[in-house]
């Protein structure tokens, strides 16, 4: 009798996709920053990334969608979900990420809802800098099939450099324990 499960592959295909995203972007930040490899940190963000992200990021994504819903299909629909994403989304998940690792690493609670203040700023902007740029693109410079994988991939690219910047202390960190 087989194991029947209310996931699917794709939810399990993301989860294990965000989990190896955060897992290595941690892992590349500390060896762009000098740093040896703290593995226990890597499987923090690894599990961040595959049991916290993931299913945050779907109940972001239903939400915004039903933002969206009555701009479907109109002339404004990129536009507007462009917008929600950039406004909602991107905040709602960046908080998430400050809170939820400074909770992960033993900070406590009111220490880490404390540091979103000061973290979020700079770290919405770079993802700003980058990601917005890219989903305006015309589909004659970047095709729809390509889209998403540009932009997975600036995502992870960001990703290392906002952790390399929290090392080197120009984002102030979350706290820790």
Known sequence: MALETKFSAAVLNTSLTAGLNQGIQERLAQRLCGQTTDYERVMKFYIYGSLISTPLGYYVTKFANKVCQKYA???????????????????????????????????????????????????????????????????????????????QAAAFFVGVQVKCKIKQGLIPPPPLK
Do not use: C
């Open 73 to 151: 299909n109109g002339p404004y629909e990129d536009k507007i979900r462009l917008a929600v994403n950039a406004v909602v989304t991107m905040p709602l998940n960046s908080t998430f990420f400050i809170v939820l690792i400074a909770k992960m690493f033993g900070a406590p609670l009111d220490a880490a809802l404390g540091r979103v203040s000061s973290m979020l700023p700079p770290i919405l902007a770079h993802f700003w800098q980058v990601l917005l740029p890219l989903q305006l693109l015309p589909p004659s410079l970047l095709p729809p099939k390509w889209k998403p994988l540009v932009l």
